[in-house]
């Protein structure tokens, strides 16, 4: 069973830092892996979408990067903004691709 | 084009009592999915529909829990009786088709939150 975990859980910083947040996953058998953006309140919004043969995708100040062999994926955030602030979330598919495993999340707060 | 719609957007009861969650998906989207979202974790599937047949409701607490997509559009999640363990968001996502594919992105609602006292 895909298992996947989000460190950190919530995350503080402010304006103008560059920033990692981690994502692993237990299965490394995957077709793709996808971070999300979550505002109180809303839905989530795709943000980037890494297929299985991809190292790394990018839009704008994000960049996330895929490690299959190793189970990991991060998300780089640069030159944060107070707008930044939500919670992050990264899924990966099951074998059939019918099914999202999500992470915890990590919330982040970007301080003026 | 409009998104996936949702409805109520909020909604307390009491235990025991029941509640139903309606979801419109982005026109011409085969695949329907529910999910939980309780504080503070990620989303879990709940049931997925293709057109009008379930494809995975292996998640979903049946003795609770139903939902329904009759006519493959809109489909509706129904709580009966609710617990206070059933307090959390629920988010309906559409896609083109089933798979994995990279242009086969999920499209999520804004979700209902579900308050049981």
């Known amino acids: 069973k895909q298992e996947v975990t989000q460190i950190p859980a919530a995350l503080s910083v402010p304006e103008g830092e560059n920033l990692v947040l981690n994502c692993s996953f237990t299965?490394?058998?995957?077709?793709?892996l996808q971070w999300f953006r979550q505002d109180p309140g809303k839905g989530l919004t795709s943000l980037l979408l890494?297929?299985?043969?991809?190292r790394e995708q990018t839009s704008g100040r994000l960049n996330a990067s895929l490690d299959k062999s190793s189970g990991r994926s991060t998300l780089y955030i640069a030159a944060s903004q107070p707008g930044d602030s939500a919670t992050y979330l990264c899924?990966?598919?099951?074998?059939?691709?019918?099914?999202?495993?999500f992470g915890g999340g990590t919330r982040l707060m970007v301080k003026p | 084009e409009a998104g996936v719609a949702q409805s109520p957007r909020y909604k307390i009861i009491e235990k025991r009592q029941s509640v139903a969650f309606w979801c419109n998906p982005i026109?011409?989207?085969?695949?329907l999915y529910w999910y939980q979202q309780i504080l503070g974790q990620g989303p879990k599937l709940l049931i997925q529909?293709?057109?009008?047949?379930?494809?995975?409701d292996s998640q979903l607490p049946k003795d609770r829990f139903s939902a329904e997509r009759l006519k493959g559009v809109d489909s509706t999640l129904k709580i009966q009786p609710a617990k206070l363990e059933d307090s959390a968001v629920y988010l309906c996502?559409?896609?083109?088709?089933?798979?994995?594919?990279?242009?086969?992105?999920?499209?999520f609602g804004a979700g209902s939150r579900l308050t049981v006292l």
């Open positions: 529909f293709q057109n009008n047949g379930v494809v995975d």
């Open positions: 996502a559409s896609s083109l088709r089933l798979g994995a594919s990279g242009a086969n992105v999920l499209t």
């Open positions: 026109s011409g989207h085969a695949t």
């Open positions: 890494i297929q299985s043969s991809q």
């Open positions: 899924a990966v598919p099951n074998n059939a691709g019918n099914m999202l495993t």
């Open positions: 299965d490394s058998a995957i077709y793709n």
